[in-house]
């Protein structure tokens, strides 16, 4: 007791000292924050520019090293198709006006990459194809404009499949030449939006856009270790973008997390009079989708999961059942559903569908070109074949140039098995998911996004690759011939170190509760991780 009795005295004395010192007097020490390029998010960066230690003009010149050093040299991605050669003035007034007017949106000076099929008024716009190299359109996609509006720098445009199509050379354009995955450098980026799930993946930008007929973001999300929102259609327009079938076509976010999409999807989205599908989405949308984001969303969920889409790969299957006792962990009730037969592979409904709108849709948007650009899909077809294309080193994939034969035979939207399709087939798909969500009153439904990781680069020959599905997209078609929202979320790695992806598939305009729902799941597994291809370069990491 005597000890314990000295020891109060000596703290009370101690206590007294420290109390007269004037704590003004004593030095401060701030915590230092360290600002890592390679992963940033989009809040990462507005804390740097709040800061003072970063600026836009700074940004957008570390993005374009990255760019040198990984797509142009080094790995060669080969990603994008162009630079914008602005960019840096671009972000030098964004940066003035941040300073006496403050920021316009979360975006604001933050550069962002373009699928190659969105029109730009001051960058060349040609879907991946050298029959439309140098075409300038005469104004800006709407979703272009809303971007711009934001703030956003449009960094580049990004490599594409041709017309937004791969008939097998996934990640190819006659006019970018070949993407490669950049965590695999003889595995393919996926189509027809590869070259913006890389530069994501490879993070020469925040965020990249991306148009989704057939799987064409998702897939790429996957394969790419990131997330792709394909939202209900109608929620974000297509008017400025090359078509490919309009019963289909898509346009969507890309970024490494859900909440940089969330942002990128709230700033696209919108009713657009030019596109009379957005006029469906009145009153359906939101400017701000980050504030469905939960970290509890999971909890009291009742989350379905397709049976459907299982046998292509092992690793995949593993991946998905590991997925699914996580969503149980975090407290969602799980239900099988098994759909019918028809709905398990709706891929030929869809191509039969894209024979008859491909030519009408793109002819239409040729037509808004100036000379000497073709105006017809039989000048686009006799052009691929000329010895001036067909013999060089730009010749198109020979695949794209049979669809262009094929969709020249077909009789068009007059096409009586069309019609039917439109109009009988496809609201039966519709009805079915809906009573399967229905029957078992579902939040979302979950599927791998692809039955297998991403196949070798047509170049080359891999026999690592395992894969027993006929076609490892078909999971996707159902958000394609439904027209509900998909999002796609990192569900972790192969032993090879391959990225696989997992789908949240939801009714029309549910991406309020399918965001919360991936999100809850991101943020409890944190399975994203940077591509070793493409690792830091000097002077991306600082402490502020």
Known sequence: MKKQRTFSKIARQVLTYLSAL????????????????????????????????????????????????????????????????NALARARELDQERQQKGP???????????????????????AGSVLLQGSLPADDAFT????????????????????????????????????????NLRRDPSGSSGGSGAVIAANFAMLATGTDTSGSIRGPAAVAGIVGIKPTQGLVSRNGIVPLTLSFDSAGPMARTVRDAAIGLGIMAGVDPDDHRTLESKEKSYQDYTQFLDNNALKGARIGVAIDFQGGNREVDALTEAAVAKLKELGATVEVVDFSPKLENLWPFMAKVTEAEFEPQIEHYLKTLQPPFPDSLEEMLSLSMSNQIANSEQSLNPGRVRGFEEALKHSGLADTEYLYIIHFEFPRVRQEILSAMSAKNLDAIIFPTMTCPAGPVYTVEDPTYQCQSDDPYIPGYLANVSGFPAISVPMGFTQQGLPIGLTFFGSPYSEPTLLGLAYAYEQATQFRRAPANTPALPGENFDY
């Open 144 to 183: 272009v404009q809303k971007l711009r509006e934001a703030g956003a720098i449009i960094l580049a445009k990004a490599n594409m499949s041709e017309f937004a199509e791969s008939y097998g050379w996934l990640g190819y354009s006659s006019l970018g030449g070949l993407t490669l995955n950049p965590y």
């Open 22 to 85: 004037s704590l003004s007097a004593l030095p401060l020490t701030a915590v230092a924050e360290t600002f890592r390029l390679r992963e940033a998010t989009i809040a990462d960066i507005n804390r740097a520019f709040d800061d003072g230690a970063l600026t836009s003009e700074k940004l957008v010149q570390l993005y374009l090293n990255r760019i040198q050093a990984y797509d142009e040299q080094g790995p060669k991605l080969n990603a994008l198709i162009s630079i914008n050669p």
């Open 104 to 126: 316009r949106s979360p975006l604001h000076g933050i550069p962002i990459i373009l699928k190659d099929n969105y029109d730009t008024a001051d960058l060349p716009t040609a």
